[in-house]
């Protein structure tokens, strides 16, 4: 009986291994999705698809245009990427991101000017 139970316990434990290796995605799989949603909305809606920047609106003003950009992030140092993501802005929204999900946001930006 105790041999049953072994048995069983250790099926139990290298199906467990097995399911949890198929959930499995990449740093780079985890850093993409992280950038297109990490509260609600992406930093891809506003800085593109890859951190290069864009503009998010225009309009005019007493007679001038006014241009409304989100800044190209792929060129920045890791320090002023980290800065920028913990600073209020007066755009930008504050995403109270964790230390490791900044470091997976800097990680793709800085990974996609490489391509």
Known sequence: MKRLGLGVTIFLLLSGVSLRSE???????????????????????CHGE?????????YTLKGKTVVLEAP?????SKERFFHALTTQ????P??????????SLYYYVSSEVKK
């Open 72 to 76: 190209n992030i792929t060129n920045l």
């Open 89 to 92: 802005h007066k755009v930008m």
């Open 94 to 103: 504050t995403y109270f991101l964790t230390w490791q999900e900044i470091d």
């Open 50 to 58: 890859k951190g290069e920047g864009t503009i998010i609106s225009q």
């Open 23 to 45: 959930d499995f995605i990449t740093k780079m799989e985890y850093a993409k999705m992280l950038y297109s949603n990490p509260r609600g909305i992406g930093c891809n809606k």
